[in-house]
């Protein structure tokens, strides 16, 4: 009877999202990120050191700006879901998952018209001038 009991009660939190890992809205996004490498590229329209020189800067999203580095884009929406990037990827950045260093299944944010940023783990993906680079949450400052 125990078994039966744990059994639904498992069953029913892996059904309700409780089990699950991923939060899945904007708001998981929020605050600032710094970035810590190139994953990968699509498309480069831009010199190597020109992608490198983004790398050490950050990333910082809010409910209605999505600013790299330097670039400041004003957010018309912001949606977050977890969908199969792979087609997105191809569509949007003429690129596969392995250059954007992401699995099949990922959360992703639609910031329109800005672009998307990509959850990896506990950082983000974002794309800028034809690279992919791996973002962590900031470090606070006291």
Known sequence: ?????LAAFLLAASASGFASSTVGTAASFYGAWH??????????SVSDDELRRLVGQQVVI????????????????????????????????KAGRKDAGLSARTLA?????????????????VYQDGAFYRASRA???Y
């Open 35 to 44: 970035v810590d490498s190139i994953v990968g590229y699509g498309e480069v």
């Open 109 to 125: 944010l639609n910031a329109e018209p800005c672009g998307y940023v990509f959850r990896s783990g506990k950082g983000i993906v």
């Open 62 to 93: 809010s409910k209605d700006s999505l600013k790299i580095g330097s670039d400041d884009c004003s957010v018309n929406e912001m949606q977050a879901s977890e969908q199969d990037i792979t087609s997105l990827l191809l569509r949007e950045y």
């Open 139 to 141: 470090k606070r400052a």
């Open 1 to 5: 009877m125990a078994r039966r009991m």
